[in-house]
């Protein structure tokens, strides 16, 4: 890929002629259209755009090669911050947004209850599983479409937006007809099939890191997304599988600082699954907050000894209520703001 950085006072006649050209020899055009310039991006299978033939073109500022393996989500082709709006709220701007509810949604008075509880503690978005990803064949597997009902319903009553898993292709269209914002988890990170799916479907993705994924794969992964034109995606790192036992995964606090700084992407951290037991989600929360993570998702439950999946690792509504006035102040003084 080569990116075409156009001069501040570019005309759109002169934009509009480095898209014609590219596209005239076959190659894919990426727009990167900032506040401070445009960034055009060509991508090409294996060949080479003729760098000073584009050089040359009125308009044209200059032409640099992207060594990156991933493109589009690189800063170097878009260097301002991903921004884009959840519900009433912004995420990957000033806004840290919240997004807290159970593992999976258990029953339709378990989601209705949940959904309220989080919202009066400041949640934005209301998580819930309908298709659950689970180790073992035997556990739960999630309500399907009944869970996803039960979810419209809880986002019809508080106004919340709802993010769920899907887990295959062919439910991609099922999912985005209940869904504000898909999930891709852990265990699917790397189903390239699934990928193209939520990509083409142009709905916001949450895409997870590979419990033992390199960041630059997750990157590769997100690239899948971007590459169907589909912008709003975030990244979300959950925890990566190490040699410590005592907690359920290592929570790789680097991976947010340099996801933030290899690609414009908003980040998002799930203190949950990245300790698996609830006395470590809040620290884990405020530390993700403190690193530069746009926002957050955590596991409530109003009773967690009850729930059918990652009860060991959720939070009762109190003590989330209680992390979310803690975010409120850690926010501040890293020039974030939690909205009302
Ligand atoms: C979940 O969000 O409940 C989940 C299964 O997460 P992950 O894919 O990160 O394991
Ligand atoms: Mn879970």
New binding site residues.
């Given amino acids: 890929m080569m990116i075409v950085i156009m001069d501040a006072q570019a005309t759109m006649k002169e934009k509009s002629a480095v898209i014609a050209r590219a596209e005239s020899l076959g190659f894919k055009i990426h727009l990167s259209d900032g506040k401070e310039r445009t960034i055009i991006g060509i991508i090409g299978d294996k060949r080479d755009l003729d760098k000073e033939q584009i050089e040359r073109m009125p308009g044209v500022e200059r032409v640099v090669p992207v060594l990156k393996p991933f493109k589009v989500a690189s800063r170097e082709f878009k260097p301002e911050d991903t921004a884009f709006s959840i519900g009433e709220h912004t995420v990957g701007g000033k806004d840290l947004i919240i997004m807290a509810g159970p593992?999976s949604v258990e029953s339709r008075s378990q989601i209705i209850e949940t959904a309220h509880a989080v919202k009066e503690a400041g949640a934005h978005v209301l998580r819930g599983?309908a298709f659950?990803?689970r180790s073992s064949p035997y556990a739960f597997q999630g309500m399907g479409e009944e869970g996803l009902k039960y979810l419209a319903e809880a986002r019809e009553e508080t106004g919340l937006p709802i993010i769920t898993?899907v887990m295959e292709p062919a439910l991609v269209p099922l999912v985005c007809d209940y869904a504000d914002i898909l999930?891709i988890?852990?265990?699917n990170m790397q189903n390239y099939a699934l990928l193209h799916a939520v990509g083409k479907s142009q709905h916001p993705v949450l895409l997870?890191r590979g419990m033992s994924s390199f960041i630059e794969e997750w990157l590769m992964c997100a690239e899948y997304i971007l590459s169907h034109g589909n912008t709003r995606v975030m990244l979300c790192e959950?925890g990566i599988r190490t040699f410590e036992k005592y907690t359920r995964n290592t929570f790789d606090i680097n991976a947010i600082a340099v996801a933030k700084h290899m690609s414009h992407l908003p980040v998002i951290a799930?203190p949950s699954?990245a300790t698996g037991k609830w006395e470590y989600v809040a620290p884990a929360a405020k530390a993700a907050v403190a690193a530069g993570a746009d926002g957050i998702i955590v596991?409530v439950h109003p009773r967690p000894d009850e729930a059918l999946s990652?009860g060991l690792q959720s939070l009762k509504p109190e003590k989330f209520a209680k992390l979310v006035e803690d975010l409120k102040r850690i926010a501040t003084a890293v020039d974030r703001h939690v909205p009302e």
Avoid: L, W, Y
């Fill in positions: 593992c599983g659950k990803p898993e999930q988890g852990a265990r997870k959950r799930d699954h596991e990652d």
